[in-house]
């Protein structure tokens, strides 16, 4: 059974940093494209950050571009999502999930974990 | 990169159809067939309905249907059931390794 298990949330100053991680099992890691994807607070899903199979290549969202990067460890079969210079607007839900085998779209999703920035 | 504009709620009695409209551009929705859409109920994450406009994930009851036309894409529910009522998201592919979602809507079974 795919699981994808998110950690590393908490509350962070403005400014500030925070690395997530997403911890995942039941499937070839490593054959498949990952996403961070997030929720701000009563609002709608946004896509934050992408990365290949093998990590050669990453693609962001504009209002992250510069500020996250994205990375993964496929020998401990964990995506990361590295968070610098944070602003209250990041406050959010950060979920990762599978992209597909071959397609567009979010197959299996984790739990969620919440960023809060606030002072 | 705007969001796709949704309805922010639609709502239907048992057993009537809803649709719910999802307007992008010619950049994403009327450029790649690639629209997907996704279910949320309260404080769980978003499960995949339709991906590929019309593409019905495995297990999916077929009250779920997908289409597209130019800029819109569409999700159907027929039968509507108590079990519906959720938020739905629309997602397109927007080149680039970049993904779009819609506002939500919020899918009331009165």
């Known amino acids: 059974e795919v699981s994808l298990v998110e950690s590393g949330g908490g509350l962070v100053q403005p400014g500030g940093s925070l690395r997530l991680s997403c911890a995942a099992s039941g499937f070839s890691f490593s054959d498949y494209d990952m996403q961070w994807l997030r929720q701000a607070p009563g609002k709608g899903l946004e896509f934050v950050s992408g990365i290949t199979n093998n990590g050669a290549r990453t693609y962001f969202a504009e209002s992250v571009q510069d500020r996250f990067t994205i990375s993964r460890d496929n020998s401990k079969r964990t995506l990361y999502l590295q968070m610098g210079s944070l602003k209250p607007e990041d406050m959010a839900v950060y979920y990762c999930a599978r992209l597909s085998g071959g397609g567009y779209y979010f197959d299996y999703w984790g739990q969620g974990i919440l960023v809060t920035v606030s002072s | 990169q705007s969001a796709l504009t949704q309805p922010a709620s639609v709502s239907g009695s048992p057993g009537q159809s809803i649709t719910i409209s999802c307007t992008g551009t010619s950049s994403d929705v009327g450029f790649y067939n690639l629209v997907s859409w996704y279910q949320q109920h309260p404080g769980k994450a978003p499960k995949v309905l339709i991906s590929?406009?019309?593409r019905r994930s495995s297990g999916l009851s077929d009250r779920f249907s997908g289409s597209k036309s130019d800029n819109t894409a569409s999700l159907t529910i027929s039968g509507l059931q108590p079990g519906d009522e959720a938020d739905y998201y629309c997602?397109?592919?927007?080149?680039?390794?970049?993904?779009?979602f819609g506002g939500g809507t919020k899918l009331t079974v009165l």
């Open positions: 997602c397109s592919y927007a080149g680039s390794g970049t993904y779009v």
């Open positions: 590929e406009i019309n």
